[in-house]
């Protein structure tokens, strides 16, 4: 079957350094996305990987090993505004997207 | 770029009656669109694929009679949720997908549906 883990929430302090993880079983892969989601609001779109590595966007980097199963999610600097929810999402061989739960992620002073 | 409209943002109405809300694609032209429903503290959750031109595609569970998707044109999709009960009070979101290669959705700001 088609599964996408992340954890279901995550502490961090403001100004500090936090990785949300991804691991994912699916049929066939043609991307991985992450998404932010305030609490709501719709999701915004953040970042795509197709190849392994490592793509980083200002404060927000994601990374990707395919051979894995596995993804990242890193912000740096944090700060309040980043308090929101982050989707995973992969692409399957039909394009179609399979999400996971979300990751709530709360930004402390 | 990449930007989607969705109308209303918000709606109530009275059991029974239907509602329409639409999607739009601003400034890419979207050959399939997606519209998801999302509960307080839950996932999103796919209802449906809308392909330009063609019959809907509906997830297991999800009643094609009583959620009528038309996507008439490449900009355009829209969601009638037809003689809607309490149950259905929900956060109705779209997405569009780029099709330019890398298949990014690109999400409405949603409708807040309330069922009275």
């Known amino acids: 079957g088609q599964n996408i883990d992340q954890p279901t929430e995550m502490t961090a302090t403001e100004g500090a350094i936090v990785q949300i993880n991804c691991t994912y079983q699916t049929s066939g892969f043609n991307g991985l996305f992450w998404y932010q989601q305030h609490a709501g609001e719709a999701p915004t779109f953040l970042s795509y990987?197709?190849l392994d590595g490592l793509e980083e966007k200002g404060r927000f980097s994601s990374f990707l090993s395919r051979s894995k199963g596995y993804s990242y999610l890193l912000l740096k600097e944090l700060q309040m505004k980043d308090s929101a929810s982050y989707l995973c999402?992969?692409?399957?061989?039909?394009?179609?997207?399979?999400w996971g739960a979300g990751t709530k992620l709360i930004i402390k002073p | 770029g990449a930007v989607v409209s969705q109308h209303p943002s918000r709606v109530i109405c009275k059991s029974g009656t239907s509602v329409k809300i639409e999607c739009r694609s601003l400034d890419f032209q979207a050959t399939t669109m997606f519209w998801y429903r999302q509960f307080p503290k839950q996932s999103l959750m796919l209802m449906a694929t809308?392909?330009?031109?063609?019959?809907?595609?509906?997830e297991q569970g999800v009643e094609k009679d009583k959620f009528l998707i038309n996507h008439a044109s490449l900009t355009l999709s829209t969601l009638t949720v037809t003689s809607a009960h309490p149950e259905d009070s929900s956060f109705y979101i779209c997405s569009a997908r780029d099709g330019g290669g890398q298949e990014t959705q690109y999400f409405g700001p949603g409708t807040r549906l309330l069922v009275l």
């Open positions: 999402a992969c692409m399957d061989s039909n394009y179609q997207l399979i």
């Open positions: 990987n197709v």
């Open positions: 809308s392909n330009e031109g063609s019959k809907a595609t509906y």
